[in-house]
């Protein structure tokens, strides 16, 4: 039992479970920002398109409600709002990530000198030139 609790300790304090927690609160957050700029600044405009007509309110009516039976429909209306959601976020996502890469390999190139390279690529890189110069002189011994 105390290796699970520690286990556990491990799993919570290390980051795993802080990072994860970061993501959710990032991506609950930014949730709203895309669902407001779906209904307050795509849907309008898309909305003056088909004369005024919301899209949440289009549904196709399989059967009418009555006092009795409630009304049976196919909201298709927020099927396609629900489609301009996901696209809007995952091309969001994509051009961050693009971003995001872009920066990385210039981070990661020990030669580029107009961002600052992490400690950990610096070091195998000069690992990697020390090696490169121990072969050219042990290549050199050899054909003497």
């Known amino acids: ?9 491990n799993f919570a304090v290390k980051g795993n479970m802080i990072d994860m927690a970061v993501g959710i609160i990032i991506g609950t957050a930014f949730n709203n920002v895309v669902n407001t700029l779906v209904k307050k600044v795509v849907m309008p405009p898309l909305s003056l398109l088909t004369d005024d007509v919301n899209l949440v309110d289009k549904r196709y009516v399989l059967r009418e409600g009555t006092e009795e039976v409630a009304e049976v429909a196919i909201g298709y209306g927020e099927l396609l709002e629900v489609l301009v959601d996901f696209i809007i976020i995952a091309l969001t996502i994509f051009v961050v990530i693009k971003f995001i890469n872009r920066f990385k390999k210039k981070a990661e190139d020990p030669k580029n000198k107009t961002v600052e390279t992490p400690k950990n690529i610096e070091l195998l890189s000069n690992i990697e030139r020390l090696l490169e110069e121990q072969n050219t002189v042990l290549k050199n011994k050899s054909t003497k």
Do not use: A, H, L, W
């Open 1 to 9: 039992m105390k290796s699970f609790v520690q286990e556990f300790k």
